[in-house]
């Protein structure tokens, strides 16, 4: 069964300081990866994807992802966080881009920006 | 291309009662997903549909709950006699093969 683990429950980080989420994951077969961020009540949104080719995916507000097949993770980044950052983020992966068993997620991180 | 909408936003049922959401997917998406997401958790899948058809269930997914996407277009989530324990966020999902899936923003259903 795939899983998807996120070590980390809460992250702070400075204002204009560097970010890494971690996300290691379990699936059998080539895995379609994803991160999505929640904001406090609200639905999620897609930040990036792999699903194949180049292992550094760029995304959206800044944010890139690494796939390390050898390691299982694929790790999200950012260079410089802002205070609009704040919110929850998840790791996800599934066995298509948009399959017939969805996506199975990990509990998510909490990242907290301090000014 | 709106998104995908859902209603109503919030719900708050007393124990007992029956409750139905509704999920609007993007409209060329033939795929749509129910999720269920609890406090501090990662949203769980629910169900999906293909077009009308009801293709995959999870556990997750009791007798007390059913599913609906008449003619493959909106999709309906149905709890009957809710518990205390069905209070979450659900949340709708839909997507094209291998283009990635795109979230509403939930119903948070309270049962009291």
């Known amino acids: 069964a795939q899983s998807v683990t996120q070590p980390d429950i809460h992250i702070t980080v400075s204002e204009g300081a560097s970010l890494e989420l971690r996300c290691n994951y379990s699936?059998?077969?080539?895995?379609?990866l994803f991160w999505y961020v929640q904001s406090p009540g609200q639905g999620l949104q897609l930040l990036l994807k792999?699903?194949?080719?180049?292992?550094l995916v760029q995304g959206i507000k800044g944010f890139e992802a690494e796939f390390k097949r050898s390691q299982s993770s694929f790790n999200l980044r950012k260079p410089s966080v802002h205070w609009s950052d704040a919110a929850e983020y998840f790791c996800?992966?599934?066995?298509?881009?948009?399959?017939?068993?969805?996506?199975?997620f990990g509990k998510g991180t909490h990242l907290i920006i301090q000014p | 291309d709106t998104g995908v909408s859902q209603n109503p936003r919030h719900k708050i049922t007393k124990r007992g009662q029956n409750v139905t959401f509704r999920c609007d997917p993007i409209?060329?998406?033939?795929?749509l997903y129910w999720y269920r997401q609890t406090l501090g958790q990662g949203p769980e899948f629910l169900t999906y549909?293909?077009?009308?058809?009801?293709?995959?269930k999870s556990r997750l997914l009791s007798d007390r709950f059913s599913a609906e996407r008449p003619k493959g277009s909106f999709s309906t989530l149905e709890i009957q006699r809710t518990e205390q324990g069905d209070s979450a966020m659900y949340l709708c999902?839909?997507?094209?093969?291998?283009?990635?899936?795109?979230f509403g923003s939930g119903t948070r259903l309270t049962v009291v």
């Open positions: 409209s060329e998406h033939n795929r």
């Open positions: 792999y699903f194949s080719g180049d292992t």
């Open positions: 699936y059998g077969a080539t895995p379609y």
């Open positions: 996800a992966v599934g066995a298509s881009g948009g399959g017939a068993d969805g996506l199975t």
């Open positions: 999902a839909s997507s094209v093969r291998d283009h990635g899936y795109t």
């Open positions: 549909f293909q077009n009308e058809a009801q293709l995959e």
